[in-house]
């Protein structure tokens, strides 16, 4: 992993590409933005696809791959352009199903879902029953809030009875927050802040863990770190996951900090970087483009 005191700005992938055998891409705040693909992104997919270029889309949304595969179909991106597909809700329903890790092998079958009601199609397939109430639950599974009108305040009445009850929470989502076709949407990350700061216990699958990114790597199949660039528009996670899995990384700033660095230099990224732990990428661009 390449590190310098300040981030190299770059004005696309073309000055980079040949440095890399490998790609962990983010979706959204790199390549859409919840509804419409950002420019340039279609020709940079299809410009390290021409090259031979390994690639892993990386997600920290709270749905099976094959959802996203289908996402990306809808706003027009051939399958042909990009390789596997990873989630944080993928990773959710492999560890569910594995019980490899001791805290999801304590779990019962029963689940109550933080989210909106479709969510539940993250547990299809496995031996799980959705309750209802707190009381009937064995655990909280958080994809997030119900819809644009939801607030984190309506759930914190059931956190209280469910810290209560010792309910542990599932975070399949360990975004904050997003910017959906312009509008900040709160992510099921901020739920889990909440409830972990009211005492309740959480466990998140997605990035920044550096888990998902050994998961990316298996699936391009390249053991050499210095080999792969982790591309993403989020300081606490892409740039700390990156950065937490030994792997270079690369900023996308039209994201979500698109209002903090549009048409910054290493020195302001670096400024910005303190607002989130510190953790400065190897390299920034305006916009995922060739």
């Known amino acids: 992993m390449r590190e310098s005191a300040l ?14 055998d490998g790609f962990i891409i983010d979706l959204w705040g790199v390549i859409h933005d919840g509804g419409a693909l950002y420019p340039g992104a ?20 709270p749905r099976r791959a094959e959802f996203l595969v289908e996402q990306m179909a809808v706003l027009g991106v051939e399958r042909s ?9 993928e990773a959710v329903h492999r560890e569910l199903r594995a019980r490899r890790d001791p805290w999801f092998g304590c779990l019962g079958r029963h689940y109550l879902l933080i989210g909106a009601p479709g969510d539940a199609v993250l547990l299809d397939g496995l031996d799980f029953e959705r309750r209802e ?25 059931l956190f209280e009875r469910a810290i209560r009850a010792g309910l ?37 699958r997605g990035k920044p863990d550096p888990a998902i990114y050994d998961d990316c790597l298996a699936l391009l199949g390249i ?32 994201g979500i ?25 190897t390299m920034a661009a305006p916009a995922f483009c060739w």
């Open 7 to 20: 981030p190299v700005i770059l004005d696309g992938l073309a000055e980079i590409a040949d440095r890399y």
């Open 42 to 61: 279609h020709d940079a997919l299809t410009q390290l696809a021409a090259r031979g270029r390994k690639t892993v889309m990386l997600s920290n949304a």
């Open 81 to 89: 352009l990009f390789g596997a597909v990873m989630s944080s809700g």
């Open 133 to 157: 109430t707190v009381e009937e639950a064995d655990f909280l599974l958080n994809t997030g809030l119900a819809g644009i009108d939801d607030t984190v305040e309506r759930h914190l009445p």
């Open 168 to 204: 542990p929470m599932i975070c399949a989502n360990p975004d904050l927050v997003v910017v959906q076709q312009g509008r900040p949407f709160l992510c099921a990350g901020t739920l889990a802040a909440r409830y972990r700061f009211m005492g309740g216990d959480v466990v998140y």
């Open 223 to 254: 053991s050499d770190r210095c080999r792969v660039l982790a591309v993403g528009d989020a300081f606490e996670t892409d740039v700390k996951g990156a950065r937490g899995a030994g792997l270079d990384s690369l900023l996308i700033m039209g």
């Open 257 to 281: 900090h698109a209002d903090t660095l549009q048409d910054a230099d290493g020195a302001r990224i670096v400024a910005a970087a303190q607002s989130y732990g510190g953790f400065v990428p």
